[in-house]
C-alpha cells in the first residue's frame, strides 16, 4: 500500500516542510513485542541507520515502563539496533524527576520489570500514586489501596506514565494502563498528570534534547491517539504507521487526522530522504 496525505507536486503535505528532526516511536514502529520477546518490522534498523547518517536527530519515544531504559537498549540491540540510554525518552525518568522536585513518596502500581527506575526513592507513607503498565499487578487489593490513598489525601497526586488504551503482543490487543488510570480518576474525582506520551511536555521535552523546535519536527508512531493526536496538539506533524497496533479503522478516526499514512517506517525514511 502507498503512503497517503495529500501530496504537491509528488511529494506528501507532511514533507512540504522542511524536517530537522524526528521523535521515533519503538513498540509497534521499530518491532513487534510478544511474550517471546518479539519480532523486529522489517526494514526498521536499515531505516534508524540510514536516519543517522543522513545526519537528522532521532530521539525514540516511548511510553515503556516495564523495563529501564538500559534493559530497552538491550532489549533492541538483539534486534539489530544500535542506541544508546540518552537516546531514549522514556516516562519513568520523568516521573521521578518531579516526584523528587516535589517531595513525594509514590505508591507504585508498576510492573516488577520497571521499579527500578525508582530505585532508592523514600517510599515510608507514600502520599501520592504512580500508575503505569501494571498488568497483572492490577489487582482490585492494589487498585484499593491506591484509591484510598486518593480519596483520603488533602492535596491528591495521581501520575501517570501513559494514557493508553491498549497495546499489541504477538497477534493479541492487550488492555493498558489508561484504563486502570481513568477508574481511578473517577473513583477519587481527581485529574491524572500524565508524564508520558500524550503529553505536550513529554513530546516537547524530548524535542528539547535534541534541540530542535516542534514545527521542524516529524512524530512517528502507530497508537493514533497517544503518538500522532499527542503529537499534533503541540505543533508536531504526526504520521501514522500501518504498523503495530494500527487497525484500518483508524484511517477514520473521529478526532484525530494524522498529516500522513505509511505503510511502515521504512517507507516513512525513504520518503523523508526523497523529499526533505
Keep these: 500500500m502507498a503512503a497517503t496525505g495529500e501530496e504537491t507536486d509528488g511529494r506528501p503535505s507532511w514533507l512540504v516542510r522542511k524536517i530537522r528532526g524526528l521523535l521515533l516511536d519503538i513498540s509497534g514502529v521499530l518491532y513487534n513485542g510478544s511474550e517471546g520477546g518479539g519480532e523486529v518490522i522489517p526494514g526498521s534498523v536499515e531505516a534508524v541507520e540510514k536516519l543517522k547518517a543522513a545526519g537528522y536527530k532521532v530521539q525514540f519515544c516511548t511510553n515503556e515502563d516495564q523495563c529501564t531504559r538500559e534493559q530497552l537498549v538491550h532489549k533492541l540491540a538483539r534486534f539489530g539496533f544500535k542506541l544508546l540510554p540518552t537516546?531514549?525518552?522514556?516516562?519513568?525518568?520523568?516521573?521521578?524527576?518531579?516526584?523528587?522536585?516535589?517531595?513525594?513518596?509514590?505508591?507504585?502500581?508498576?510492573?516488577?520489570?520497571?521499579?527500578?527506575e525508582f530505585e532508592g526513592m523514600d517510599f515510608l507513607n507514600p502520599n501520592c500514586?504512580?500508575?503505569?503498565?501494571?498488568?497483572?499487578?492490577?489487582?482490585?487489593?492494589?487498585?484499593?489501596?491506591?484509591?484510598?490513598?486518593?480519596?483520603?489525601s488533602d492535596n491528591p497526586v495521581l501520575l501517570a506514565t501513559g494514557c493508553g488504551r491498549y497495546y499489541r503482543s504477538g497477534s493479541n490487543l492487550l488492555l493498558d494502563g489508561g484504563p486502570y488510570t481513568k477508574a481511578l480518576e473517577f473513583a477519587c474525582d481527581v485529574k491524572a498528570e500524565i508524564v508520558g506520551k500524550p503529553a505536550a511536555t513529554f513530546f516537547l521535552a524530548a524535542l528539547e534534547g535534541i534541540h530542535v523546535s516542534p514545527e521542524d519536527a516529524v512524530m512517528i508512531g502507530d497508537d493514533i491517539v497517544s503518538d500522532v493526536g499527542g503529537a499534533q496538539a503541540c505543533g508536531i506533524r504526526g504520521v501514522q504507521v500501518r504498523t503495530g497496533k494500527f487497525r484500518p479503522e483508524d484511517e477514520n478516526h473521529p478526532t484525530v487526522k494524522p498529516d500522513g499514512y505509511v505503510d511502515n517506517l521504512a517507507q516513512a525514511v525513504d520518503l523523508i530522504l526523497k523529499y526533505n
Design 87 to 116: 537516546e531514549l525518552h522514556a516516562p519513568s525518568p520523568v516521573a521521578r524527576k518531579l516526584l523528587q522536585e516535589r517531595n513525594l513518596r509514590p505508591l507504585l502500581l508498576m510492573h516488577p520489570g520497571g521499579l527500578a
Design 129 to 152: 500514586v504512580v500508575i503505569g503498565g501494571a498488568e497483572d499487578q492490577f489487582t482490585y487489593e492494589r487498585m484499593n489501596k491506591a484509591f484510598r490513598l486518593l480519596l483520603n
